[in-house]
Nanobody
Framework: VQLVESGGGSVQAGGALRLSCAAS????????MGWFRQAPGKEREGVAAIYTGGLSTYYADSVKGRFTISQDNAKNTLYLQMNSLKPEDTAMYYC??????????????????WGQGTQVTVSS
């Protein structure tokens, strides 16, 4: 599975962006998709995840009510709609895919495939 993110950019605080993650394939073996971010000098952190079977979604407390994760199986694409952006949302954003149900959705170690990342910069 190859994952390619797009949609990053520079916006002012309060603005919005929609990230996309196109998958080369969407095999039934993928059970969970997630978005992670990593700011300079910080660890990679889970932002949101969606379980492909039941479409349950999970969010980090810092983005609840502002970000929405969704998927379009027909297009093999994962999305992250980001509204009310804050300077602290500035980071490289990555999408990831997991093959098995194990561990917490926000644990990067539990994902098997990763995209190359797309930069999001929010200015105050």
């Amino acid at each position: 599975v190859q994952l390619v993110e797009s949609g990053g950019g520079s916006v002012q605080a309060g603005g919005a962006l929609r990230l996309s993650c196109a998958a080369s394939t969407y095999p039934y073996s993928i059970v969970r998709m997630g978005w992670f971010r990593q700011a300079p000098g910080k660890e990679r952190e889970g932002v949101a995840a969606i379980y492909t079977g039941g479409l349950s979604t999970y969010y980090a407390d810092s983005v609840k009510g502002r970000f929405t994760i969704s998927q379009d199986n027909a297009k093999n694409t994962l999305y992250l709609q980001m509204n009310s952006l804050k300077p602290e949302d500035t980071a490289m954003y990555y999408c990831a895919a997991a093959r098995v149900y194990q561990g917490s959705w926000y644990s990067a170690a539990k994902y098997d495939y990763w995209g190359q990342g797309t930069q999001v910069t929010v200015s105050s």
